[in-house]
T-cell receptor, first 111, second 115 residues
Framework: QKEVEQDPGPLSVPEGAIVSLNCTYS??????FMWYRQYSRKGPELLMY????GNKEDGRFTAQVDKSSKYISLFIRDSQPSDSATYLC???????????FGAGTTVTVRA | EPEVTQTPSHQVTQMGQEVILRCVPI?????FYWYRQILGQKVEFLVS????????KSEIFDDQFSVERPDGSNFTLKIRSTKLEDSAMYFC?????????????FGPGTRLLVL
């Protein structure tokens, strides 16, 4: 089983739709959960950072963590064409510095 | 807004040649990282670096790789004898501290092609 699995894309949604992105993980030592956005030929850019189970909201973005199910989600409300990018989930344990990434989901928001 | 910069943006090299990828982390950051992303695959951790020494490395980071902070601003990744499978996008990242809650800021990457 892969350490971090991310729903494969690509996703194509109309402008204004809700985008739902998901990752599962197998390592119960993961304590810190992140979502990065990566535009074509650019580096990953941090969108959301969560530590505990539950929801965290930032503008149109909501990150959800369910540690009991080893499942995290990112929701994008009122999606815009500028949200078109690849979204990467990433995780780390409390013992190391490295981030473990999912494979990424490419999202296209159609105007 | 401060950002991580990387040079060159693209590099083409022959198999067996040495390459040095350069990064300028954000100025008040103390922890530095290299990741790579082979085309179509995940971003993979290579190494983290603090206080002029490696703090953590992955199994990918074997003897052909080395990192250095040659001065107060640059952070480099050297690949001594490149292989075809080293072709990838290499990302440098930095963070203010090494705590697990610290955000890692990524540069735009260097695309390395080994022929």
């Amino acid at each position: 089983q892969k350490e971090v699995e991310q729903d494969p894309g690509p996703l194509s949604v109309p402008e204004g739709a809700i985008v739902s992105l998901n990752c599962t993980y197998s390592n119960s030592a993961f304590q810190y959960f992140m979502w990065y956005r990566q535009y074509s030929r650019k580096g990953p850019e941090l969108l959301m950072y969560t530590y505990s189970s539950g929801n965290k909201e930032d503008g149109r973005f909501t990150a959800q963590v369910d540690k009991s199910s080893k499942y995290i989600s990112l929701f994008i409300r009122d999606s815009q064409p500028s949200d078109s990018a690849t979204y990467l989930c990433a995780m780390s344990t409390s013992n190391d510095y490295k981030l473990s990434f999912g494979a990424g989901t490419t999202v296209t928001v159609r105007a | 807004e401060p950002e991580v910069t990387q040079t060159p943006s693209h590099q083409v090299t022959q198999m067996g040649q040495e390459v040095i990828l350069r990064c300028v982390p954000i100025s008040n950051h103390l922890y530095f990282y290299w990741y790579r992303q082979i085309l179509g695959q995940k971003v993979e951790f290579l190494v983290s670096f603090y206080n002029n020494e490696i703090s953590e490395k992955s199994e990918i980071f074997d003897d052909q790789f080395s990192v250095e902070r040659p001065d107060g601003s640059n952070f480099t990744l050297k690949i001594r004898s490149t292989k075809l499978e080293d072709s990838a996008m290499y990302f440098c990242a930095s963070s203010r501290r090494g705590g697990r809650r610290e955000t890692q800021y990524f540069g735009p990457g260097t695309r390395l092609l080994v022929l």
